[in-house]
């Protein structure tokens, strides 16, 4: 009876709890612990990187990351983390070999952080809330999300929308500017789909899957509609487009199905025939994207593929998204 609720956090009290863990760490230094003394803290410390910690070991790669061969033995352990000898080319790995999180560190602070993506938090709340430098925490977010945007479907399969939206071209971040500095939420210098604009194509089948591609600047031509669509169409799918000449000429290449809806000429469905799966997905994404004023375009697809498993819902507690995290590169 009477299950236990939690209290909501109030502002300011995550800043109160950082000023305690100060002043405990200034006391525990003033207390010169004995050498047992500090045992028993880095074991206390350890426990609180156990949950996370756990999760990592069942990331463990099923063969060596560095050779592909399947025998290995234990081989010690190393910052609570099992460690393992290949016995091919005799170099040593654990679950985190081979991830985008290799090598970082505060493991005890990566759920907690992973709670802040689910929540959409800017960097420097997030660096607030779990008590990292605001420098890691821009890290960490990148970190996280190169490998958790690689939770997507294989392939998208019935009837597929594929359709661009475009976002102004940002070197937010960079040092060295190709071109000369605009102001923060600046216009194109031309009107219409110019060289100024990044274009991120997405396709989004009926069932909900949707595929997020950034082709460069511009309108994608057909090559580049090859090489993000062709992997990742079954052969039987129905491609609705705007009718673009370039999804003409892939579709009649790949043998592919195509119907198109010419939007421009206020036409919005035919039918089953419509791109409005994809455009609310688009129309989502930039509403979501208004919050980080101005994202750099190399981390485009970082913030589409956060945006695409937000939306999806499916990876929903910061255990599913380290787990989605851990994925190895070359998966
Ligand atoms: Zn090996």
């Not at 028993?40 to 996370?52: A, E, F, H, I, K």
């Not at 190709?178 to 216009?187: H, I, K, Q, S």
């Amino acid at each position: 009876m009477g299950g236990h609720i939690p209290a909501r956090r109030r502002p300011g009290e995550a800043d109160a709890a950082g000023r305690n863990v100060d002043e405990a760490l200034d006391a525990l230094q003033q207390l010169a612990p004995s050498t047992e003394q500090q045992t028993q803290l880095r074991s206390w410390l350890d426990g609180l990187d156990r949950p996370c910690l756990d999760l990592i070991e069942q990331a463990r790669p099923p063969a060596c990351p560095h050779c592909g061969c399947p025998r290995s033995h234990r081989y010690g352990q190393a910052n609570g983390l099992r460690r393992f000898r290949c016995t091919r080319c005799r170099r040593s790995y654990n679950a985190l070999t081979g991830t985008p999180l290799a090598r970082l560190r505060q493991r005890g602070k990566w759920l907690p952080y992973l709670e802040c993506l689910l929540e959409s938090t800017s960097v420097r709340k997030a660096a607030r809330k779990v008590s990292v430098h605001p420098s890691t925490s821009f890290r960490w977010r990148h970190r996280f999300l190169s490998g958790i945007r690689r939770d997507r479907a294989e392939q998208l399969t019935g009837i597929v929308e594929a359709d661009e939206t475009y976002l102004l071209e940002s070197q937010k971040g960079s040092r060295h500017l190709t071109r000369p500095a605009r102001r923060r939420g600046g216009r194109a210098r031309r009107r219409g789909i110019s060289r100024d604009l990044d274009c991120l194509l997405v396709a989004h089948d009926r069932t909900r899957q949707t595929l997020d591609f950034v082709t460069g600047r511009g309108t994608p031509g057909k090559a580049e509609l090859d090489a993000c669509l062709r992997p990742v169409l079954a052969p039987d799918v129905l491609l609705i487009s705007d009718g673009a000449k370039a999804y003409v000429a892939f579709a009649r290449d790949a043998r592919i199905a195509h119907a198109s809806i010419d939007v421009r000429a206020g036409i919005r469905a035919r039918g089953t025939i419509h791109l409005q799966n994809v455009n609310g997905w688009h129309g989502r994404f930039k509403n979501w994207l208004v919050r980080f004023r101005g994202v750099a375009s190399r981390y485009l697809i970082h913030y589409s593929g956060w945006q695409r498993v937000l939306d999806a819902g499916v990876l929903s507690t910061p255990a599913l998204l380290l787990r989605a995290a851990l994925r190895r590169t070359q998966q």
